[in-house]
């Protein structure tokens, strides 16, 4: 969708050069989020992209077709552009702010005000209560919105997001975050996201490009780049907690092992047999509906000596143990802690599907690591 030949960006005045020599490809439908410490020609980027302002060098492709000869005011209104000062225009109510660029397309009316409301609600803002406010009346998080919303208005294949989220407060940022990755699974733009914050990277792009000061140094998928880091820069700017980060790439439907031993009421006295014939040191409880509520283990079934009132305590202790299938391993590893936990039970819906514990995460880490 987007392609970046032999780019290079020289201010007058400058010794280096603000981008140099970047070639890029940035697919269709993907994010691609542009990585590094300020000052690094993230921001450059994007620029150029929409011919805010021109390369020194290099050419900027869309679609195939070389930007250069489309006409800089229809590129830019085909490309969707959200920065971190939102720019909403404060005499403009939040509905004429997203009617901007439809207007000029010369959208009916009708039409206009459709999408309008459509946004609206899609970016989960209550439309009665939206419309008709001005900017100075939303908070942060809203506003923010409203610039997406606005970006979003006439559909644009392309969208271009300068640190979109820098400016709200952590809890925002990321409901804000969850939201862009919601819809962009049904939306399936093409976006190229600035940011400085790495964990953010890893959170939102398909791809990320990481940059030192105007270069870039490496490119690849998050999990490429945690894993391979392509150099000191790199290795640095990640954190020493690289390995640790690469557990927001996964979920704990990709770490668990089959249940061992599932145990009901009636089934507690015998669980013991059960878990030495299934090979396995921890079964867990199922309720008289059938619903897991928790578990323990071979040490501590012979630790209550098979007292049906000590097993229900160890049972009680651990009732909160269960995640989703969908859930980040990051949480599960925090779960595990609070819990002071050996295992959790994994659900799909409401039915156990799986187990999972601090070997079956280092194992499933450290595999990755070494492929």
């Not at 439809?102 to 939206?130: F, H």
């Not at 009421?265 to 867990?284: H, I, W, Y």
């Amino acid at each position: 969708m987007i392609e970046l030949k032999q780019i290079t960006k020289q201010y007058p005045g400058q010794a280096m050069p603000a981008v140099e020599q970047l070639s890029l490809s940035i697919p269709e439908g993907e994010i691609c989020v542009l990585v590094g410490p300020s000052g690094c020609g993230k921001s450059t980027i994007l620029r150029m992209i929409n011919r805010m302002i021109e390369p020194t060098s290099g050419t900027v492709s869309i679609k195939g077709k070389d930007a250069s000869g489309t006409d800089p005011d229809q590129l830019r209104m085909g490309i969707g552009y959200v920065i971190q000062q939102i720019g909403l225009l404060p005499h403009r109510t939040i509905a004429e702010n997203i009617a901007i660029v439809p207007r000029l397309y010369k959208w009916p009316k009708e039409k206009i005000a459709q999408r309008v409301d459509e946004l609206i609600v899609m970016m989960g803002l209550d439309l009665e209560k939206t419309r008709g406010k001005y900017p100075s009346q939303l908070s942060g998080g809203q506003m923010q919105r409203v610039g997406v919303a606005r970006a979003m208005a006439v559909d644009p294949p392309i969208m271009l997001m300068d640190e979109p989220f820098g400016a709200v407060d952590p809890i925002a940022r990321t409901h804000l975050q969850d939201e862009l990755l919601r819809l962009q699974k049904e939306i399936k733009k093409t976006i190229v996201f600035v940011t400085h914050d790495i964990n953010e990277a890893i959170k939102m792009g398909d791809n990320i490009a990481i940059f030192e000061a105007g270069k870039l140094v490496q490119f690849g998928t998050p999990e490429e780049i945690l894993t391979n880091p392509t150099n000191a820069f790199v290795e640095n700017f990640i954190g020493h907690d690289r390995v640790v980060k690469k557990l927001s790439l996964y979920c704990a439907a990709e770490a668990m092992q089959p249940v061992g031993c599932l145990v009901s009421e009636t089934g507690l006295p015998s669980a013991r047999q059960k878990m030495m014939d299934a090979e396995t040191e921890v079964a867990f409880f199922l309720n008289a509906e059938g619903k897991p509520t928790g578990y323990f283990t071979l040490a501590e079934f012979e630790e209550c000596e098979g007292d049906l009132k000590c097993l229900r305590k160890k049972v009680l202790r651990t009732e909160g143990a269960f995640v989703q299938t969908t859930t980040p391993l990051p949480d599960a590893l925090s779960l595990l802690l609070e819990f002071d936990s050996d295992y959790l039970g994994i659900l799909k819906g409401k039915e156990i599907c799986g187990m999972l514990s601090f070997k079956d995460i280092r194992r499933h880490v450290y595999r990755k690591e070494g492929e």
